[in-house]
């Protein structure tokens, strides 16, 4: 009795280890399961139509989840294995940082400041800062036209500063909770333009809702490089994330993701940028 007592501990034990196993222990939350390709948990935006964007039956569409999902094919993992996080702009850093997702594709613009904490692959997009008009609106060509007229972006928004004090100061600058508010305002006439990355833009004025209502006026008032974002150090992450980028360039998937995110718009995008980070 005294052995099969011994034997029924040790299956036991052996069983429960393998559980242990196959649930995933490992540190790193961003990817988890036995040999790290059960899950993999990646960072986007879930309110910017055409880039990132959680639907109402919850689904996830936009450039930045039809390239993440790219990626993370080369990577290893289906579209099932993928869970998505929302990645708001302030908190991009800190779920990089604390592994709370294994990298981060969310209209992140690279900069120094940012690098500092994180790192970078890509580019794989370049965006501009550029005006969203009515579409039976002709006055507005350049950023000087918005002098005397109401410029709409959300609330401590750079690309609205960025036209008020270096480009139109007699703007009426109008500050919003968020770029849907914009929208029904440049809907209704109470303001004349709205204000932010041409990608964002083009988004917005592609959905069904929108179509044919808006412009973009096709000003490149800024420079955006989006990367997308690892934790700091990881040489390894970042020349996998690189090389799946260079071949969704080269196999047409990347021209063929922007026309069906962008396209209704009228988007004229950049051709897919150098990649410059890790090199």
Same mark, same amino acid.
């Given at each position: ?7 029924? *501990? ?6 429960l ?6 649930? %995933? $222990? $490992?540190?790193d939350?961003g990817s ?5 390709? &059960?899950?993999?948990v ?6 910017q ?6 639907? @109402?039956?919850?689904k996830?569409?936009g450039?930045?989840? &039809?390239v ?13 294995q993928?869970e998505?996080k @929302?990645?708001?702009?302030?908190e991009r850093?800190?779920?990089? #940082?604390?592994?709370? *997702?294994?990298?981060?594709? #969310? /209209?992140? /613009? ?7 904490? *994180? ?5 794989y ?7 969203? *008009?009515?579409?039976? +609106? ?11 007229k109401k410029?709409c ?5 750079t690309?609205? =500063?960025n036209?008020?004090?270096?480009? #139109? ?5 109008l500050? @919003? %909770?968020?770029? /849907? ?10 303001? +004349?333009?709205?204000?932010? &990355?041409n990608?964002?833009?083009a %988004?917005?004025? /592609?959905?069904?809702?929108?179509? %044919?209502k808006?412009k ?10 989006? $990367?997308? $974002? ?7 992450? =970042? ?5 799946a980028?260079?071949?969704m360039?080269s ?29």
């Amino acid at each position: 009795m005294k052995v099969f007592k011994t034997g029924a *501990v040790a299956a036991i034990a052996v069983a429960l280890a393998l559980t242990a196993t196959a649930c %995933g $222990g $490992g540190s790193d939350k961003g990817s988890e399961g036995s040999g790290g390709k &059960d899950k993999v948990v990646i960072g986007i935006k879930f309110d910017q139509p055409g880039v990132g964007l959680k639907t @109402q039956d919850g689904k996830y569409t936009g450039f930045d989840v &039809d390239v993440a999902t790219y990626v993370a094919k080369e990577l290893g993992y289906q579209p099932d294995q993928i869970e998505w996080k @929302q990645a708001v702009s302030a908190e991009r850093e800190n779920l990089i #940082a604390n592994g709370d *997702v294994k990298f981060v594709v #969310a /209209s992140y /613009s690279i900069n120094d400041k940012r690098k500092e904490k *994180v790192d970078f692959a890509g580019p794989y997009f370049l965006a501009h800062q550029d005006l969203l *008009v009515r579409a039976d +609106d002709s006055s507005i060509t350049k950023a000087e036209d918005l002098n005397k007229k109401k410029l709409c972006s959300v609330t401590g928004s750079t690309s609205a =500063q960025n036209v008020k004090t270096k480009l #139109a100061p007699e703007a009426d600058l109008l500050e @919003q %909770g968020g770029y /849907s508010e914009c929208l029904t305002g440049l809907e209704n006439k109470k303001v +004349d333009a709205l204000t932010t &990355d041409n990608s964002i833009l083009a %988004g917005y004025a /592609s959905q069904d809702a929108n179509k %044919g209502k808006f412009k973009l006026v096709g000003l490149s008032l800024s420079n955006e490089n989006y $990367g997308i $974002g690892l934790k700091k150090g990881d040489k390894d992450l =970042q020349t996998k994330i690189n090389a799946a980028l260079k071949k969704m360039v080269s196999d047409g998937a990347w021209e063929a993701a922007v026309k069906k995110n962008f396209g209704p718009a009228d988007y004229k995008n950049e051709p897919a940028p150098q990649i410059t980070e890790g090199s």
